[in-house]
Nanobody, 123 residues
Framework: QVQLVESGGGLVQAGGSLRLSCAAS????????MAWFRQAPGKEREFVAA????????DYADSVKGRFTISRDNAKNTVDLQMNSLKPEDTDVYYC????????????????WGQGTQVTVSS
């Protein structure tokens, strides 16, 4: 099984930046497509960004495209989400997820999830 642990969340003012990291344990990290999702209380879990196994292909939700960048380092078993120009509507718990299925946006196609890290953006 793959264990995922997110870090880097916190409080930031609108317009600021944060970098989230996801550390994976397991020998098969390179086999998984990775993604970030976010969820606010009372709302559906929302796709943010995904990255292919080798890191060469990425996908972003329209709401974050141009502001967020997903990357991975297979040698370190990590996936990062660089978040710039943050807005109050970016306030959510952010989750790292791993999928053996493909570069998809459907959370049901992800096999493993982290515990989440809180991102709060003040106006």
């Amino acid at each position: 099984q793959v264990q995922l642990v997110e870090s880097g969340g916190g409080l930031v003012q609108a317009g600021g930046s944060l970098r989230l990291s996801c550390a994976a344990s397991g020998r098969t990290f390179r086999s998984y497509f990775m993604a970030w999702f976010r969820q606010a209380p009372g709302k559906e879990r929302e796709f943010v960004a995904a990255i292919s196994r080798g890191g060469g292909v990425t996908d972003y939700a329209d709401s974050v495209k141009g502001r967020f960048t997903i990357s991975r380092d297979n040698a370190k078993n990590t996936v990062d989400l660089q978040m710039n120009s943050l807005k109050p509507e970016d306030t959510d718990v952010y989750y790292c997820a791993a999928s053996s299925f493909g570069l998809v946006r459907d959370p049901d196609r992800y096999d493993y999830w982290g515990q989440g890290t809180q991102v709060t953006v003040s106006s």
